[in-house]
Every structure is written in C-alpha cells, then in structure tokens.
C-alpha cells in the first residue's frame, strides 16, 4: 500500500550537485525515521543519511561534510542534497521509511530507487 517514489537522479561531472526526492504516499499510520540507502552492483546497500521526525540526522562517514537530509512532513517527502560529488557516489540511491505496524502491514517501506552516476 505505501508507495515510496524517488527522482532527481542523473549524470553529472565530479565536484557538481543534485537533490533527490522522495515522495511517500498510502501511508495510514505515523512515517519515523525516514532516510537514504545506496548500492552499486555486487556490493551490499549502505546507508547514506537518515533523519528522525525530531530532525536528528545521521550520515555514513563517506558523505559527511558534503550531504544533507531533510524532510518536509507536511508534503511526506524527504530530501538529499548532495554537493562535492565524486565519482565514488554513483550507486542507485534508494528511499526508505519506517511505518508503525498500528496501522500500515509493514513495519518500513523501500523505493524503487535512482541511478546517480557521477562520470567526467
């Protein structure tokens, strides 16, 4: 029933930027922490950033300094500004959120993911 749709990717050089987006709908209940994963193929899904409904953030250590996450609850949406890419940052980035089993059949929900390539 959720549904989680993200957009903003696409190809840029190193040192440019891009924001990516998330839309969440369906959801019945509360969304809590709600955050941003990204894997290349072959390799396992990280985690990139994360924010709680509070506002704490949280960032892998690769990307500290030069993302930032954000949320707007009144659109159900969530943010990732990315500066200062590098070419190690292209993966397909992937949304997620946590739900309350209260009122949605899943305890967190995942998008379909975009692809972030970052190529000279």
């Known amino acids: 029933q959720v549904q989680l749709v993200e957009s903003g990717g696409g190809l840029v050089q190193p040192g440019e930027s891009l924001r990516l987006s998330c839309v969440v709908s369906?959801?019945?209940?509360?969304?809590?922490?709600m955050g941003w994963y990204r894997q290349v193929l072959g390799k396992q899904r990280e985690l990139v950033a994360v924010i709680t409904t509070s506002g704490r953030t949280t960032y892998a250590e690769s990307v500290k300094g030069r993302f930032t996450v954000s949320r707007d609850n009144a659109k159900n949406t969530v943010y990732l500004q990315m500066a200062s890419l590098k070419p190690e940052d292209t993966a397909t980035y992937y949304c997620h959120v946590e739900l309350d089993l209260r009122y949605d059949e899943t305890d967190d929900a995942w998008g379909q993911g975009t692809q972030v390539t970052v190529s000279s």
């Open positions: 369906g959801s019945l209940g509360p969304i809590y922490d």
